[in-house]
């Protein structure tokens, strides 16, 4: 499939930011445009900064949990948090986004060529997703996608408009981006987690059936509540709040497989890196906030290893 030029930054725009959304709080979670609202401007909300340090018996990390849009690196950062950023040698991040093409990374979301999106979802889903995302994606390229990636843009959506309530007319900020731009300029050595593929990956493994499923409830339900709660637990830097946020019980049980890949295997599968990075010292590590809080969450993984983990910076 040979894209336009257009149609290629929007499918790469789309495909790069769920790869951000699927670490915060999966399935929910697009850059928002700059408001031209008229309205008058609110007061600035401080985000929190959850930041942690990672004791072992030969060394040390940091752990920071991101939201991957709305807030910027430097807007969350105190003072002190930025002296352990400074201070350290090596960055480690999900995953590295440059230089992605847009025709590969769409290969990988489109179902099977006997198949289309239309006859998997059923007619009366089908027309409220293209009631509701058809601007963004012409019909006949969204009849080829896996229901997962329109779900995680609707979630994305729901998202955005709870970010244009919190910061109106703030411009569109990546904390993941601006990290990595930093590191790089600093000339600090990067790694990283995954693949891009790997990370598309993820959302590929899980069943055809519960995307589904997760397709037509995002489509039923308002998502506006859970990311308004989201963004007012990060802002504030509240802990208890976020975790509550990304971790309701009704969404466990509704998309458990949702969770078990996007957020708890690949936790499982970053913990021996986290702890080998941990005895070299001096790493500095950004992921999303939903891989570090909650009962399986690493930061809790660690401690019951004998790590001590404690948030710092604020």
Same mark, same amino acid.
């Given at each position: 499939?040979? !894209?336009?030029?257009?149609?290629?930054?929007?499918?790469?725009?789309?495909?790069?930011?769920?790869?951000?959304?699927? @670490?915060?709080?999966?399935?929910?979670?697009?850059?928002?445009?700059?408001?031209?609202?008229?309205?008058?401007?609110?007061?600035?909300?401080?985000?929190?900064?959850? !930041?942690?340090?990672?004791?072992?018996?030969?060394?040390?990390?940091?752990?920071?949990?991101?939201?991957?849009?709305?807030?910027?690196?430097?807007?969350?950062?105190?003072?002190?948090?930025?002296?352990?950023?400074?201070? @350290?040698?090596?960055? &480690?991040?999900?995953?590295?986004?440059?230089?992605?093409?847009?025709?590969?990374?769409?290969?990988?979301?489109?179902?099977?060529?006997?198949?289309?999106?239309?006859?998997?979802?059923?007619?009366?889903?089908?027309?409220?997703?293209?009631?509701?995302?058809?601007?963004?994606?012409?019909?006949?390229?969204?009849?080829?996608?896996?229901?997962?990636?329109?779900?995680? &843009?609707?979630?994305?959506?729901?998202?955005?408009?709870?970010?244009?309530?919190?910061?109106?007319?703030?411009?569109?900020? &990546?904390?993941?981006?601006?990290?990595?731009?930093?590191?790089?300029?600093?000339?600090?050595?990067?790694?990283?987690?995954?693949?891009?593929?790997?990370?598309?990956?993820?959302?590929? @493994?899980?069943?055809?059936?519960?995307?589904?499923?997760?397709?037509?409830?995002?489509?039923?339900?308002?998502?506006?509540?859970?990311?308004?709660?989201?963004?007012?637990?990060?802002? @504030?830097?509240?802990?208890?709040?976020?975790?509550?946020?990304?971790?309701?019980?009704?969404?466990?049980?509704?998309?458990?497989?949702?969770?078990?890949?996007?957020?708890? #295997?690949?936790? #499982?599968?970053w913990l021996p890196v986290i702890e080998k990075e941990t005895a070299r010292g001096g790493c500095f590590?950004?992921?999303?906030?939903?891989?570090?809080?909650?009962?399986?969450?690493?930061? #809790?993984?660690?401690?019951?290893?004998?790590?001590?983990?404690?948030?710092?910076?604020?």
């Amino acid at each position: 499939m040979v !894209l336009s030029v257009r149609l290629r930054a929007s499918v790469l725009r789309a495909l790069l930011l769920t790869l951000a959304a699927c @670490s915060s709080a999966p399935p929910k979670p697009p850059v928002v445009a700059p408001s031209t609202a008229t309205e008058p401007a609110r007061a600035a909300v401080t985000p929190g900064l959850f !930041l942690y340090e990672v004791r072992g018996k030969q060394g040390s990390a940091h752990l920071l949990g991101t939201i991957h849009i709305g807030f910027g690196f430097d807007e969350v950062l105190t003072l002190d948090a930025r002296r352990r950023f400074d201070a @350290s040698t090596h960055v &480690m991040t999900e995953a590295d986004i440059r230089g992605a093409d847009p025709e590969r990374l769409l290969q990988a979301a489109m179902l099977p060529p006997e198949r289309s999106l239309r006859s998997v979802v059923g007619e009366p889903t089908w027309k409220k997703l293209l009631a509701r995302i058809d601007a963004q994606i012409p019909a006949p390229l969204l009849d080829r996608l896996e229901p997962w990636l329109p779900t995680v &843009m609707l979630g994305l959506e729901d998202l955005g408009h709870a970010l244009e309530e919190l910061k109106p007319g703030a411009e569109p900020r &990546m904390m993941d981006v601006e990290l990595m731009k930093e590191a790089n300029q600093r000339g600090k050595e990067v790694t990283y987690f995954e693949t891009v593929e790997e990370q598309l990956g993820v959302f590929d @493994s899980i069943s055809l059936d519960e995307q589904v499923r997760e397709l037509t409830r995002s489509l039923e339900a308002a998502g506006s509540e859970q990311a308004r709660a989201l963004l007012s637990g990060f802002s @504030s830097g509240d802990e208890a709040a976020l975790s509550a946020a990304l971790f309701d019980e009704k969404e466990l049980a509704s998309s458990p497989g949702f969770y078990d890949r996007v957020l708890f #295997a690949r936790n #499982a599968a970053w913990l021996p890196v986290i702890e080998k990075e941990t005895a070299r010292g001096g790493c500095f590590i950004a992921v999303g906030a939903g891989h570090l809080l909650g009962e399986r969450g690493i930061v #809790a993984e660690l401690r019951r290893r004998g790590y001590q983990v404690s948030r710092v910076g604020q």
